[in-house]
């Protein structure tokens, strides 16, 4: 079971060389969760031998931003000094200058926990898989804070969506025209989760070594994941309920939408309003309805023009000339009538076919 001790703190940065920190990783205290992590049952060694990475945001599908040097337990707290990738990650850049600057201070813990006393609400053996900065405590404060002293935070803020958004990294355009087939795309992933996740915009967090739980992909499987214009089209649709719309949360198409936004922008183009899920259930209400009493319309005047032309045939009393002008006026009728069906039918396509696979 992978658990998360949340938030200790960095305690030096500037005294240190560039791109080296210190600070608490975990400590054997009550966490936010109501749980203890005995820090004597955690294994560190397995950590430090094989990877010793350090994340941002426990993102375990992203590459990571610096290495753990060294672990030291003292009393109850283990402390990390670790060195970001500066001059090689950008992400690891922002985030040490957000360091440095005292608007990202959360230090968190990944582990497996193996043995559980429900006594003591304690996990008395487990294993350190990572640690991560995090931009906890107050990150949208942080974060607003840091944009007015100058500092760009926008890889920041697109690690910070929700827990199954993903978040934006901008990619190279495909040709604007290019078509875009989304399955064919998944296709071309084969079973690499993290290509796949490098496509989508959205996952479900709960299962994420499944490949049915990203949707809404709008990159190129291969090469740079090139973002393809018709993609996003089609991502956004489907987000705002085309083609019955997308089956995630509705706390997390806030998140989506503002990835397939930046990449409107990307484009040079016009995101559509965000819309929440009622306000779309609401508007396909009135549409249906609109088009359920067109529908009763024009059963109504097919009626009508039936009978016309059941008056014309079966009617002895009236005259040629009389029969004559009344086919005339069945004929305009019928044409009239069988335009409204055209718009009608498109109205529904438009309705029930909009947007492209995804």
Known sequence: MNKKQIILSII?????????????????????????????????????????????GHDYFSLPIGKTLSLR?????????????????PLARQVYDMILGDFVKGLSVGFMGIEWDEETNTWTKSEMLEFSIVPVPANSEALITAKSKGIETNLLENFAED?????????PKADKALIWDG???????GDDIQKIKAISAWFDSENPDIKSSYK??????????????????????????????????????????????KHYKQFDEEAPEFKSFDEIQSEEKSEYENLSSQISALTEQVSALGTTIS????????????????????KKNAQIVDKQVELVIAALKKNLSAGTDN
């Open 183 to 189: 399955p064919m795309q998944i296709r071309e992933c």
């Open 163 to 171: 827990k199954g958004v993903i978040g934006f990294k901008e990619t």
């Open 12 to 56: 030096k940065a500037k005294s240190l060389e560039e791109g080296v920190v210190e600070g608490i990783i975990a400590t054997s205290s009550v966490d936010r969760q109501g749980e203890k992590l005995d820090l004597k049952g955690l294994d560190i060694k397995t950590y430090m031998e094989t990877s010793g990475v350090v994340l941002y």
């Open 216 to 261: 809404l992909p709008h990159h190129l499987a291969v090469g740079e994941h090139a973002v393809v214009w018709n993609g996003v089209k089609a991502a956004m649709g489907a987000l705002m309920g085309a083609r019955g719309g997308v089956d995630i949360p509705d706390e997390d198409r806030k998140g989506v939408y503002n990835h397939l936004a």
């Open 311 to 330: 008056s014309i045939v079966t009617d002895k009393g009236v005259g040629t000339v009389r029969k004559r002008r009344l086919v005339v006026t069945a």
């Open 73 to 89: 337990k003292r009393a109850d707290q283990l402390i990390a000094q670790f060195k970001l990738a500066v001059d090689i990650s």
